[in-house]
């Protein structure tokens, strides 16, 4: 898939593989290339789905780039360093933002943390899905693109979730995560988000161009999971370093997540019914 990928790459990020584990209750929010608003899209869809009564954990997956803990104005006193570090547990560095949902951020600016063995990753992989069993939901912030680490914890979720817009760079960055994710064996359960779209309308033309491209060579067909309209509400949200919802919920903005986050729920839990039986079997 990549210059740097080796055989024990493929062998512990491939969800194909007899004894994977898969999260039955976790959102991977992913994108081919950065400024699509993926972090400010994980975000609002955590709010969401916390509003709605569900206990959420956000988890900072962006190793080395991270910047959730930015947006939400906060300085976490322990993050993911702690825990690759093995001076903490991935439990001891949760943190809760304004009674909502819990966090546990990244570490900007630690390149380090994006280049880890396997060893430290699967770790990594097993803390997160044993700490999700104490939630309704994870969400997932990956970093952009589809490095080792982006393809690890987009096999364990239960869907992932592919932000694009209409630019594009961005739809043919898109249409390469799903090329590339399909080689691993994760394009089964990737649906698009369309950021930014300028209408209803248009965001259905964007999403169908990609899928047009998909199906055409790919043999694919990812579901449309929604679409985000434009609102430059937006930006002033993330230049306050505060919550959609919580500074402007009366926004087209806003519906259009809770709007995302009720149906990816949905389907998470019909899917994790079906993880279930198929163990059974």
Same mark, same amino acid.
């Given at each position: 898939?990549?210059?740097?990928?080796?055989?024990?790459?493929?062998?512990?990020?491939?969800?194909?593989?007899?004894?994977?584990?898969?999260?039955?209750?976790?959102?991977?929010?992913?994108?081919?290339?950065?400024?699509?608003?993926?972090?400010?899209?994980?975000?609002?869809?955590?709010?969401?789905?916390?509003?709605?009564?569900?206990?959420?954990?956000?988890?900072?997956?962006?190793?080395?780039?991270?910047?959730?803990?930015?947006?939400?104005?906060?300085?976490?006193?322990?993050?993911?360093?702690?825990?690759?570090?093995?001076?903490?547990?991935?439990?001891?560095?949760?943190?809760?933002?304004?009674?909502?949902?819990?966090?546990?951020?990244?570490?900007?600016?630690?390149?380090?943390?994006?280049?880890?063995?396997?060893?430290?990753?699967?770790?990594?992989?097993?803390?997160?899905?044993?700490?999700?069993?104490?939630?309704?939901?994870?969400?997932?912030?990956?970093?952009?693109?589809?490095?080792?680490?982006?393809?690890?914890?987009?096999?364990?979720?239960?869907?992932?979730?592919?932000?694009?817009?209409?630019?594009?760079?961005?739809?043919?960055?898109?249409?390469?995560?799903?090329?590339?994710?399909?080689?691993?064996?994760?394009?089964?359960?990737?649906?698009?988000?369309?950021?930014?779209?300028?209408?209803?309308?248009?965001?259905?033309?964007?999403?169908?161009?990609?899928?047009?491209?998909?199906?055409?060579?790919?043999?694919?067909?990812?579901?449309?999971?929604?679409?985000?309209?434009?609102?430059?509400?937006?930006?002033?949200?993330? #230049?306050?370093?505060?919550?959609?919802?919580?500074?402007?919920?009366?926004?087209?903005?806003?519906?259009?997540?809770?709007?995302?986050?009720?149906?990816?729920? #949905?389907?998470?839990?019909?899917?994790?019914?079906?993880?279930?039986?198929?163990?059974?079997?």
């Amino acid at each position: 898939m990549t210059d740097h990928m080796t055989a024990n790459d493929v062998a512990f990020d491939n969800p194909l593989n007899p004894g994977f584990r898969r999260g039955k209750n976790i959102l991977a929010v992913a994108s081919g290339k950065g400024g699509v608003g993926k972090t400010f899209f994980s975000i609002s869809l955590t709010q969401a789905l916390a509003k709605s009564g569900k206990k959420v954990l956000l988890f900072d997956g962006d190793l080395g780039l991270a910047n959730v803990d930015v947006q939400l104005g906060l300085m976490p006193k322990r993050d993911l360093n702690d825990v690759i570090r093995g001076r903490l547990s991935l439990d001891k560095v949760v943190q809760n933002y304004n009674g909502e949902f819990d966090i546990i951020a990244g570490r900007s600016g630690q390149a380090s943390l994006s280049a880890l063995p396997s060893q430290r990753l699967m770790m990594l992989r097993d803390q997160l899905l044993d700490l999700a069993e104490q939630y309704d939901a994870v969400v997932i912030d990956l970093g952009a693109g589809v490095d080792r680490t982006v393809r690890l914890f987009s096999a364990l979720a239960t869907r992932t979730l592919l932000v694009t817009t209409d630019e594009p760079t961005s739809l043919t960055d898109a249409y390469a995560f799903i090329k590339l994710g399909s080689a691993a064996g994760l394009s089964k359960n990737v649906s698009i988000v369309v950021n930014q779209a300028q209408s209803a309308l248009e965001g259905e033309k964007t999403y169908k161009t990609l899928l047009k491209a998909c199906e055409n060579f790919l043999r694919l067909s990812p579901s449309l999971a929604g679409m985000v309209r434009l609102d430059p509400r937006v930006k002033e949200t993330i #230049r306050h370093q505060t919550p959609l919802l919580t500074r402007s919920p009366n926004t087209e903005a806003a519906a259009d997540i809770d709007k995302i986050a009720k149906a990816v729920y #949905r389907e998470m839990q019909d899917e994790a019914k079906e993880m279930a039986k198929a163990a059974r079997r």
